[in-house]
Structure formats: C-alpha cells, structure tokens
C-alpha cells in the first residue's frame, strides 16, 4: 500500500519504534521499486527534530492565537504520566514545572530547562522527586535538536510522494512512545494550520497499542479530527488486550479496517466488533482465515463508482510481486 501511495505521489509518514522498517528489515523488491523515495531519520544520532515546548497556534473563533503555557505542560504532562504511569501528584508536579519553566523562559524553554524547572519544584512538592528518578534516563539519553531543516511541509506535502521513515531504534520503549506522541502532536498543529481534505498523506503507527488513546491524546485528536485536516492514520496492533475500554472504542472509530487472523483468545472479542449485531457467524470465518487473508470492514468502492456502505468481506492479500504486476 505503502508503495501504490507513493506511485501516486502521496508521501507517508512511519514511525518505526519496533525496528520492522529498518532500511535491511525491508523487502528487496519494495526498497528496490522505491529507489530514491526511502527516506530514513536515526532519531537516535539526529535528535528529536522539534520543541515539545513550543505553543502553537490555534483558531479561536475565527483569531489565531497561541496556545496557553498551560495548554503545554498540560500535554506534556498528559505524556509522561501515561507513559510512567504516574499518579496525581506527580502529574502536578511535571505541569507545575513545564508551565513555570514556559512562563519564564518563554520560547526559550527546552528539555534541559524542565529538568531544572522539575529540581526547583521538587524542594515543595517531594512528589517530584519520583518523577525526576523515573526520568533521568530518559534526560540523559534523547536530545532535541530542533533541527532547522525539519519541515513537515517537505515530509507530508512532498510532490513526490517520498516514504519517510522516523526511525527510532536503540532508545527503550517508554522513549520511543514519548517521542512519538510529542511529534504526532507537533505534526497535527501543523496540519491544522496548514492542511486540508485535500491535501492527504499517510501515517504509519505499528503497535499502536503502546500509545496512548485516551480523550487527550493524539490519536484521539487524529481518529476524530484528522480527516478534515488530511491525515490517513493507520493504527496496526496484534492485540488490544491492554487498552481500557474507552480507548478500544475510540479506536474502533477508524473509518476502515482489515481484521487478520487474531489469537484464541481474542476472536471472540473480534467477532463481535466486525458486527455488533451477532446475527453473522464471523467467529468461526475469523478462525478459517488463512494466511494472506483479512476480513475487510468499511466503505469501498461500488460498482457505480461511487464509494458506499458494504458488508464485511473476506479478502485475500497479494504479494508485492503480484501487485506490481497489475498496477
């Protein structure tokens, strides 16, 4: 799919915390029909190309206006605190010390300045003292380089329908989901500003289990918002077994959805999301599935042309090689 989008000229986004989209973990025959479109950013030697502190516009009743310095720290906080699973009291501290940290130093404020600010918080709230232990590694560990060159205008806008790999191996898992839910919130303020239905691009987030998709969250913002703005999100996990049920349900909003062959222990819950009803035996269609085979869930195309309403369907899956032979 990835390589049909780029045919196209429509450039995707993939942010690779499980190393699948390593440039040698990838097909030859993909790599290779793709000459020249791969483009791939070692986050780890580069550092993370943007400012989570920065505040961005937003529309109010027609104004543009910043964001709130406690718009920020309350994001950064939302953040972190599902990441380490922090309680209130730590989750206080870290607004306390984003929001003081954006107050004083304004467009200044950086990673190294929260740090600072979380030291000074933690001689009144001892609370922060836990979230500074928990954080230190990851402190000492990402840099954030706000790289000049980093635009995402060339990166989702490309004429060229380029295929950008965020590559995040080497950092621990806690990193990579902090990086990734700070960049997915600077892409989408960017693309309020400045995208449209028209303008569409793809983003690619394997394991999406791993991040957050409570109210607050970015993905949240994307499933109920993106389409306006252009986004294509596509959310791959082999398991939902950690979310909360608010989060599954927010995830099922997905506007499309192909279902693989699931775990035992899951095929019963899947069958009842392909339909809601029960009045179709999917149970036992989702333990026939075979390999190259998904049951397809959402609007496509008709016969007319027109894209409508169509019942689940068992599809198979063609190789690379077979696709590019009928494209």
């Known amino acids: 799919m990835l390589y049909e989008l780029a045919r196209c000229d429509i450039s995707s986004v993939i942010f690779d915390y499980t190393e699948g989209f390593m440039l040698q973990q990838l097909e030859p025959p993909f790599k290779e029909s793709l000459d020249g479109k791969i483009v791939q950013k070692i986050v780890y030697s580069t550092g993370v190309p943007i400012n989570p502190f920065k505040r961005h516009e937003v529309d109010l009743a027609g104004m543009k206006i910043l964001e709130k310095e406690s718009d920020v720290a309350a994001r950064l906080s939302d ?38 600010e979380l030291e000074e918080v933690a001689e009144i709230n001892k609370a922060a003292n836990t979230v500074i232990s928990k954080m230190t590694p990851f402190f000492r560990t990402v840099d954030f380089t706000e790289d000049p060159e980093f635009d995402w205008e060339n990166i989702l806008y490309n004429d060229e329908g380029k295929v950008n790999i965020i590559q995040l ?96 222990d899951e095929m019963t819950k899947i069958s009842k999301q392909i339909d809601v009803t029960g009045d179709g035996n999917w149970l036992s269609v989702i333990q026939g599935l075979q390999k190259g085979q998904c049951i397809v869930v959402g609007d496509r195309m008709l016969a007319n042309g027109k ?9 198979n899956v063609l190789s690379f090689e077979n696709r590019q032979s009928e494209c």
């Open 79 to 116: 953040i972190f605190s599902h990441v380490y699973d922090f309680g209130a009291q730590q989750n206080a501290a870290i607004f306390e010390a984003a929001y003081n940290g954006l107050v004083k130093y304004g467009d200044n404020m950086n990673i190294r300045k929260f740090q600072q």
């Open 169 to 264: 191996t080497l950092f621990s898992r806690e990193m990579q989901v902090i990086i990734t839910e700070m960049m997915l919130w600077d892409a989408w303020y960017y693309t309020k500003k400045f995208g449209s239905k028209d303008k569409p691009f793809v983003v690619v987030l394997d394991e999406a289990q791993n991040l957050s998709h409570t109210i607050k969250s970015p993905s949240a913002a994307i499933l109920t918002e993106g389409r306006k703005f252009g986004w294509s999100a596509w959310f791959a996990t082999q398991s939902l077994k950690i979310l909360k049920d608010d989060e599954v349900v927010r995830l099922l909003q997905a506007s499309f959805k192909l279902y693989f062959k699931p775990t035992d």
């Open 307 to 315: 894209v409508g309403a169509v019942s689940p369907t068992v599809t």
